[in-house]
């Protein structure tokens, strides 16, 4: 089952108590199902669930009955309304002249009470909505052939706290939300609660995988750096066990006392100090000296004994 599923699932377990929120959120559906005409209204859905609720809901809302109703074809479930009293119905309960209507607008004065545009929103997300998984990422949408009931939806939106997004797809206009905090909150409000805790969770398991990540990330950029400063001191150990060496030959050759006063400083803080690195060894030299001046003096001694 898709999360949309699950969430409309969800949704079509909201009581049907009031008969003004029946009929708002019947109107939400006309307005963002397949077809709302003077002719027909034709709404097609994949969610059995919804598929279940839609009689009951039309019977609460106008004691109206589909004239074809749970047609089952291609996965899909077919509800439509033909007869020319039970369309009179439909439109006369939202004040709608069907002869006259040349575009449909929502009409404001059907959802005055905050409970009747939540119901609204309910039926508009039944009829015409999707939400992605939170595992794979944050998109919600409610998509509807009739612009001009999309920008109005807009408006409903912003006055109940929300900041949609809109653009247009395949003819459809479409409002939409990528924020997840925004998601939970719109899901919540039409009452599917279980389905914003979801996507909760989902953010809380990525936001702690990113954690997870970065830590691993910073503990391997810490034993590399581990690894590079052994391995420096290897070369330092290494290097200061050659100086030595260098230094007890020319001893041992009697050299020492030939040597220019800067070797002779090299070689007694070298001795006196065999595990000092070379930055040190340089500040202790009067006057100190660069690291590089240091080392330099030192391969002089090096050379020195080769010969």
């Known amino acids: 089952m898709s999360f949309s599923s699950q969430v409309k699932g969800e949704l079509c377990r909201t009581a049907l108590s009031r008969r003004c929120c029946a009929q708002a959120e019947a109107y939400g559906v006309l307005l963002y199902c397949n077809q709302f005409t003077a002719r027909q209204v034709r709404i097609t859905t994949e969610s059995a669930p919804f598929a279940a609720r839609l009689p009951a809901l039309f019977q609460k809302a106008f004691q109206v009955s589909f004239d074809r109703l749970s047609e089952e074809g291609a996965g899909k479930f077919i509800f439509s309304v033909t007869q020319p009293d039970k369309l009179s119905a439909l439109w006369s309960a939202f004040g709608y002249?069907?002869?006259?209507?040349?575009?449909?607008?929502?009409?404001?004065?059907?959802?005055?009470?905050?409970?009747?545009?939540?119901?609204?929103?309910?039926?508009?997300?039944?009829?015409?909505?999707?939400?992605?998984?939170?595992?794979?990422?944050?998109?919600?949408?409610?998509?509807?052939?009739?612009?001009?009931?999309?920008?109005?939806?807009?408006?409903?939106?912003?006055?109940?706290?929300?900041t949609p997004k809109e653009t247009t797809r395949k003819g459809n206009s479409v409002t939409y939300f990528k924020q997840s905090e925004a998601i939970e909150d719109f899901l919540t409000a039409i009452g599917a609660p279980l389905a914003a805790m979801e996507i909760m969770n989902a953010k809380a398991e990525k936001d702690l995988r990113g954690s997870v990540k970065a830590e691993k990330l910073l503990r391997n950029g810490v034993n590399r750096r581990v690894n590079c400063d052994a391995a420096n001191l290897d070369k330092a150990v290494d290097a200061a066990q050659v100086q030595l060496e260098a230094i007890a030959t020319l001893e041992e050759r009697g050299l020492l006392e030939e040597l220019p006063d800067k070797l002779k400083e090299a070689v007694d803080l070298r001795v006196a100090h065999p595990e000092f690195t070379l930055t040190q060894l340089a500040e202790l030299c009067n006057p100190p000296v660069?690291?590089?001046?240091?080392?330099?003096?030192?391969r002089k001694l090096v050379e020195l004994s080769k010969r």
């Not at 929103?121 to 009931?149: I, N, Q």
């Not at 660069?290 to 030192?298: D, E, I, P, T």
Request: hydrophobic share 45%; charged share 20%; net charge neutral.
């Open 290 to 298: 660069s690291k590089s001046a240091f080392n330099h003096r030192l």
């Open 97 to 162: 002249e069907p002869a006259g209507a040349l575009a449909h607008h929502i009409n404001f004065a059907v959802l005055e009470e905050e409970h009747c545009r939540l119901a609204f929103f309910r039926g508009a997300f039944l009829a015409g909505g999707s939400v992605t998984d939170p595992a794979k990422r944050y998109h919600l949408e409610l998509s509807t052939p009739h612009l001009s009931v999309s920008r109005e939806l807009r408006s409903l939106l912003l006055e109940a706290g929300f």
